[in-house]
């Protein structure tokens, strides 16, 4: 049992032992040996992001070759002092305050076809969180087809519907689709925090649940 | 065959690109999975669907 001292950091064991007590001891263990991969950290793959390493996962890959700019901020985990810098070193440097004790690993390349199974290889679970419907096909694809990978996607999640109408389903054998399906970005129905963190939210409930070896939706 | 989990009846042997375009999919966007495998984008055009087969259509929309 710690006790917290206003103003006073805890040390790295005792830290650690206080997240550990969050979760059941067989839980704690299970997530820290995850390993998950989060492709694109706009308004979804940001907040999965911090969402993983709140509950402990202990290695995590960010994804992205974009920098922060103000019209991220209507959605996507990054504040004022993070214009102009890329979004993996902006997400790192938060989830390093967040949780330090989980690995963070960056990659700083736009993915393709070619360099998938080079940026994916060590993560057997890959978010994909990415803007445009043609990189979304394509590293679903590239994935299913390379590699045994299972993989958590997105699609539609825009405007202002019922977040009641945002589901999971597992398409495919190694395929989860979060979303409502059907509601793309576009004039009228832009994307805004509270349907896209639904969403987010619903990946990485989908990883957390894969990582404890749980397969149904 | 069955498609999405509904039962449509082929007439005849289609290739999966062309089914996809008659049932107006932007081919862009998909993913298809065939009795349980992936198909390979690069085999759309080759790989012919027969009325027994059973087949996922995943398409994208766009927003992250």
Known sequence: MHIIKKGVMPNDDEYESMMAARHTPGIHKKLKEGKVAIAGLGGLGSNISVMLARIGVGKLLLVDFDVVEPSNLNRQHYDLTHLGMLKTDALKNQLNKINPFIETETCNLKVTEENVMMIFNDYPIVCEAFDNPQYKAMLVNALLEQGEKRIVAASGMAGFDSANNIKTKQRFKNLYICGDFKTPAQEGTGLMAPRVGVCAAHQANMVLRLLLNIEKA | ?64
């Open chain 2, 1 to 64: 065959m069955i498609v999405n989990g509904k039962e449509i009846v082929l007439q005849k042997e289609i290739s999966i690109m062309d089914f996809l375009k008659k049932q107006g999919y932007d081919t862009t966007k998909v993913a298809v999975e065939k009795n349980g495998d992936i198909v390979s984008r690069k085999k759309f055009e080759t790989e012919i669907l027969l009325d027994i087969d059973k087949i996922e259509i995943v398409c994208f929309v766009g927003g992250g």
